[in-house]
């Protein structure tokens, strides 16, 4: 059971990047998907979640309107579409993967906004 994130990286304010989470040894469908983001010193913080059928997001406030989590069942990956991107964007930001018996991380990929 892997997840694997990846599209992290440096961007300056303003800009967007996209993430993708690559599940592989279990099937994404079965699960709630989520991204939490990690800054320097602080909690994990959920940032997205998408239902199994992709009908049911939820964002916390700081993101609304400028994320968007969305998931492709059939190559078992999850994305989150960042834009706008501003300074206090910047974390590790990690995949979960959760149902009612299991609960998976990934390792995470960094996200830096800075000019």
């Known amino acids: 059971v892997q997840l694997v994130e990846s599209g992290g990286g440096l961007v300056q304010p303003g800009g967007s990047l996209r993430l993708s989470c690559a599940a592989s040894?279990?099937?994404?469908?079965?699960?709630?998907m989520s991204w939490y983001h990690q800054a320097s010193g602080k909690e994990r913080e959920l940032v997205a979640s998408?239902?199994?059928?992709?009908?049911?997001?939820n964002y916390v406030a700081s993101v609304k309107g400028r994320f968007t989590i969305s998931r492709d069942n059939a190559k078992n990956t999850v994305y989150l579409q960042m834009n706008s991107l501003k300074p206090e964007d910047t974390a590790r930001y990690y995949c979960?993967?959760?149902?009612?018996?299991?609960?998976?991380w990934g390792q995470g990929t960094q996200v830096t906004v800075s000019s």
């Open positions: 979960n993967a959760r149902n009612g018996l299991s609960d998976y």
């Open positions: 998408i239902g199994r059928d992709g009908g049911d997001t």
């Open positions: 040894g279990f099937t994404v469908s079965r699960y709630v």
